[in-house]
Every structure is written in C-alpha cells, then in structure tokens.
RNA sequence: GGCCCCGUCGUCUAGCGGUUAGGAUCCAUGGUUUUCAUCCAUGUUACAGGAGUUCAAUUCUCCUCGGGGUCACCA
C-alpha cells in the first residue's frame, strides 16, 4: 500500500509551502488508496510548542484534509531512536566522537581559510584509545567515504552525488543522546511504513545523509518526490516573513478551502489545461509525474479569481452557511435566496460577501456627494416622489419584477428615459452609484424599507 | 566558495524534433447592463545567450549567463 506522510515541524502556524506538499502527499494517497500520515517533527524543545501543533491540526481540518491513523508525535519516541543507535554502535557503524565543540570550530575555520569544503575529519572514526575526560560524546554515523549515492526522485529524475563531495561521518545523536534530524526522520519513515516521500526541494541534499541512515540500519529506500519551492516576490524561498503565508489568515481573509486547495495545486502541478479542480477531481487527476521543475512565485491574483469563481457557483445555502463566521447571519433571513443570487458575483471573498450584504441591510445615513451632485439634478426629486406615490398606492409589491413594472410606469408616463429614475432611486437606495440591479434591491428590501429609503433622500435633498 | 536543482508571456502554466508557441490570470479595448460587478468578444506580451547534433530545434547535448537551494550537536 502507498503510504505517504507529512511530518511538520510545530515551531509556528501552517505555512502556505507546507500546506502545498501536504495537499500533494494527500492527494498522491488517495489517489492510490493508500494512507496519508502525519508525524509531528517536535525534538527540539526549545523551538516547538503545544499552540503550533494545535494551529496545523486546525488548519488541516479548516481544509478538510483528514488523515489516517494516529499522529506520530517524535517526542515521544526517544527510546526507539536510542535503540537503533545502540544497534548501530554495536555493529561498529557508529561512533563516539569526543572533540570537542572548540576543536571543531576550529578545525571548520581552518577548512574555510584554505578554501576547502568544511567537514568533519574523521578523528574518532577509529579511536582505539582513552577518550578525552570531561567531554560528553556525541554519536557519528560512519559514511562512505568515497562512491555515488543516487536520489531516485520522481520530481528530479535521478540526482547522484559523490560521496567525497558531500558526506561526512554525520552526528546521530547529540551529546545529551537525543537523535538528530536526519536520523530520526529515517527511522520513522521506516516504521510508519512510508514509501513514498514527498517534500520540499530544500531537502534534496539532505537525502544523501538519510539514505547512508537507511543502508546502515538495512532499510529500503523508499522513492522521494522533491516539490520545487514557492518563491516569494522577490524571487527567495517563501518564509513567515513573507505576510500572508499563514494558511489560517485566509479563512480570516474570506477564502474557501476549495479555492485554496485548487490554487495550490496548480501551483507547480498542471493537467494540461484544466484549471479548476473540484477535490474528486484533484483525487484522480494528481500524478507527481506532472510536478513542475522549477520554482514557482507566490501571487495571489489567481486566487481572487478562483474564490470569486467558487463564490459565483456555490449555492446560496452553502453560502448562507460559510458567511456565518464573517458575522453576517442569514440563515433564516427572508430574502436570503434573491440577496445571495444578486450579490455572489459580485464579491472577491467571503468577507467582502458579507460586507456587501450588511452595507445593503443598512439604511443609508449619508449620501456619496458626488453621485448626489449627478443624481439630484433636474426632475429627479419629481421623478422620486412620483416613483414614491406608485409604491404607496401599490399594496402588493414582492418580486422584483412588480416594482420593474412601477418603474416601467413612471418612466413611460414622465416620458424619460430609464437613466433619469435610475441614477436618483440608486442614489436613494443605497447612498451611492453603483450596486446591483434596483427592482431586485427593492425585492430584497421590501415595500416599507424601500418607502422610507425615497422618503429619506427626498427631504434630504 | 563546494555540491545540487532550475530557466516558455508580469504571474501560474501547456508543449515531450516539424505548432500561426496554446490556456489561465492580470492589464487594455469593445459589447451586454439605467450604474457598478458578473458575463461575452477582441487585443498587447514569452522560448536567457552561444555552440553543436539533425533535413528540421522551445524540445536532445555541451558551455556561458542568470536564479534558487543546501552545506549544524535546527528541522
């Protein structure tokens, strides 16, 4: 079964790179009916924390990407990684190595002033003596000195590296005893059953390392899949600095799941020229075979156009429901299915949905001065109190088609054209030029509100 | 600096030896709309450069240039 993993590091929020790779690693699993683990990468206690792995484990289920099985937490896992170290000690595949951290500097600073690449020098590779008093050991894993070591990458193709230019006899375990990254990520990716991993480009060089882990303990390599990075606008690799990377600010923003989603798979991925992916179809469309191989930049202007498109089609009872934390609630309103049709086009997001829809709710208590100065001229308050009298003496007004026919009547009957009632009624009824066609805001209004609205705006002006 | 990866419109990308180099987004223009938005139509813009291989290179190879990543007792 294939088996794929996403193994974040809970130092802060999920970040929207992250996100990507674990959006691929899902859909690759679900793809093949596989499972799509997750392992919390949280040894090193200084830097992680309770809050982060609680803000990724909610930005996951915001997104609706469930995963299979238990969290691995790495924490609490020390005694096996202890374990394997012992096993490699013995076999004599690892080592103590006493320098001591002063000797080390110093000998990476005499590598860098002869311009030789920095590394470890093999010192207690085959230390047979009295160790050194006072120095608590760290553990070193013996690497090949010489040969190829070759990254079977789906992404890449295959990516070889000679030993001598980039291994060194690496630490598996701190002096303290506690496992170090490399090693600790082998491992796990072993026992959690991992075949297929898929990750950030940035760890292509730390493959090698991972793979003298895996030959060492006997273990199969599974394949890698190396995403390209995402790029911020400065052409760097994306960090926390970058703004907007924290994947729950977009929920704040007014973004959908499902816009998110498809705007991160086709970022760096494509089916040709498919560019909207409903969830179904990311599950049996994604192939890593057509992951892009360069970098791709961070730009969100796709992502406007994809959340207003999945606003524009979403129905207005699911809408209804997602515009509930943006403190609008509609639910139950009377009008809910007219206010929805006639402002869901006309939104970015979901906050900007609500907040359209709260500016019409609301009574007008001022007027644009310049639509006033292009509206109110001429006939148009005999115009409003002429339109105003129609709607008094119509007791039975609902859809927006019966006050198109008032509408309709004033205009034929004052022989004007349709602009001289429209620019004066828009301005009354909403404070302002522009907004959505007027015989539906009336709809949405009702007879009253839209009695008071006229009202309003004739004694005003 | 060593090692590794990458290089098609501003951006996201299609292309897997022969194409008027396609789509999307953005931008501009026009149409629809009483307005705005939506929608529709049209348009501007790209193969980093140089050698080679080939009848033919955006596509294959090499070099140059450019960009990125990585070189910890961090993950």
Redesign the pocket.
Known sequence: MLITRFAP?PTGYLHIGGLRTALFSYLWAKKNNGKFVLRI?D??KA?NSKEATDAILEAFEWLGLEHDGEIVYQSQRDEIYAGYIKELLEAGKAYKCYM??EE?TQLRETQMAN?E??MYNGKYRDFEGTPPKGIEP?IRIKAPLSGEIIVKDGV??D?S??AE??LDDF?IA???GSA???FVVTIDDHLMGINEVMRG??????TPKQIVVYEALGFDVPMFYHVP?I?NSA???LSKRDGATDVMAYKEMGYTPQALLNFLV???W?H??Q?IFSMDEMKTLFDPQ?I??????Y?T??L??LNAHYI?NSSNTELAELLSPYGLVLTSHDKKEILLDVLK??AKTLKELAELTKEILTTPSSYDEKAVKKAFKGDAIKILNAFGAKITATKELHLPSDYHTLMEQVVSEMEIG??KI??PL?VALLGK???????SVMAILGRDETMIRIANAISAH
Not at 201 to 206: E, K
Not at 433 to 439: A, F, V, Y
């Open positions: 590091s990468e040894t090193d830097r001591s951290k080390l311009n690449r920095t760290v890449k193709g990516v590296f000679k230019d980039i630490v701190r002096s303290d170090t990254y490399n480009d940035d760890h292509l060089s730390n990075m790029h052409g760097k690799k086709r970022l760096g494509s040709g020229d560019e057509d892009n191989k360069s970098a791709s930049i730009n202007q796709k406007d156009w524009k086009d006309r349709f602009g429209g620019q828009r030029m522009s907004g959505p066609g007027l015989d």
